[in-house]
């Protein structure tokens, strides 16, 4: 295994400590990936409170060291190969509440609007604050779904549910059954069935089964290729206020995650005139998660292989409180960026990003 950047090919993973921050992980071997699950949770298990007046250096250091101790118990080494950019956890956004402080593209019932195009068989909302069940839940009905609830028995879930929807009563009970099926920890073969029913392309249901953690730190890493080549605007996940698919592509330039964003932008836009346009001039961008979990939107004029100027800088969603957010991310434009560890730096500004996803490519 070694730290990012990775090479192209490999398989990513990400580690999260909440005290440390991220640890990207390559698995380089041909051999049992589960050689790596000790050294996941290893790393997730370190405490570090001791080195609160520690610099960044030395608390990376320490952290490495802690690790590099902890993975000797499983007779596991572990080398630095480079330093990476790390920031944050990426936070979910809350969909339910309205953030006045940055926008969305993002149609509130494309959901339902892809069922209604024939483009799958169920519609599925979780992680949904019990006080909302009943709004969603009208709502669907009025559309002439038939809706399913699922309580899962999970203390981390708790104060939450899931809601099934569907058309069609059998597709609907047997939604409901694989829900159920995969809210049991461990149990992933109803996946795939799942995933067809939603209207996932088969490709990227196999490469989201495959990612050790499905929290939206992990599938950055391990799903994002960094600053590379331009991707079409149409697979933007990074970015769920602008995301018209509700999976995480295999890729970004994944053909049948392409295809099925067209037809459901030509979906939205038939009902919402101008929808396309005003939302591509926001989407065909280089979109980041900055170290303190801001989401932006950069227009960045030609390719990132060389030091590039911002050009425009939209506050999309901020990563917490913060009454300057909109007006720190207004600040990066006319810095020089640049690539640095897979991520992105702004020359002597102190901002980095290390979630970068480039979707000013063609459709």
Avoid at 99 to 109: E, K, N, T, V
Avoid at 163 to 191: M, N, Y
Wanted: hydrophobic share 45%; glycine share 8%.
């Amino acid at each position: 295994m070694r730290l990012a950047p990775v090479r192209p090919g490999g398989d990513r993973w990400a580690s999260v400590n909440q005290d440390i921050g991220i640890a990207p992980v390559e698995y380089l071997g041909d051999g049992d990936r589960d050689s790596l699950v000790p050294a996941y949770h290893s790393y997730r298990r370190l405490d570090l409170r001791g080195s609160a007046g520690m610099h960044d250096d030395e608390r990376l250091s320490a952290a490495f060291s802690a690790w590099e101790e902890s993975l000797a118990v499983s007779g596991m080494t572990l080398r630095l190969e480079r330093q990476a950019l790390y920031g944050v956890p990426l936070a979910r956004t809350n969909r339910w509440s309205v953030d006045a402080r940055g926008i969305s593209l993002r149609p509130w019932d494309i959901e339902l609007t892809a069922i209604e195009a024939r483009l799958r068989g169920i519609v599925k909302w979780d992680l949904v604050p019990k006080e909302f069940a009943d709004v969603l839940r009208e709502g669907a009905e009025r559309r002439g779904l038939l809706v399913e609830l699922v309580v899962p028995q999970d203390a981390q879930r708790e104060g939450s549910v899931t809601l099934v929807a569907s058309h069609d009563a059998a597709i609907l009970a047997e939604a409901r059954e694989l829900e159920q099926s995969l809210l049991t920890p461990g149990a992933q073969a109803s996946a795939p069935r799942m995933g067809e029913l939603l209207g996932y392309p088969p490709c990227c249901v196999r490469r989201f089964a495959r990612v050790a953690e499905h929290n939206d730190t992990t599938l950055a890493w391990a799903l994002l290729p960094g600053a590379g080549a331009p991707a079409s605007p149409l697979t933007q996940w990074l970015q769920p206020g602008l995301a018209l698919v509700s999976h995480s592509p295999c890729e970004v330039d994944c053909a049948a995650s392409i295809a099925l964003g067209q037809r459901l932008l030509d979906a939205v836009d038939a009902v919402e005139s101008g929808f396309a346009a005003h939302w591509r001039s926001f989407a065909a961008r280089v979109q980041v998660v900055d170290q303190r979990g801001n989401r932006l939107a950069l227009a960045v004029d030609g390719s990132l292989d060389t030091p590039r100027k911002v050009m425009a800088s939209d506050l999309l969603s901020s990563g917490g409180p913060d009454a300057h957010a909109v007006e720190n991310a207004a600040s990066l434009v006319g810095k020089w960026i640049t690539i640095d560890s897979g991520g992105l730096v702004a020359t002597n500004f102190g901002w980095y990003a290390p979630y970068v996803a480039d979707h000013r490519g063609e459709s």
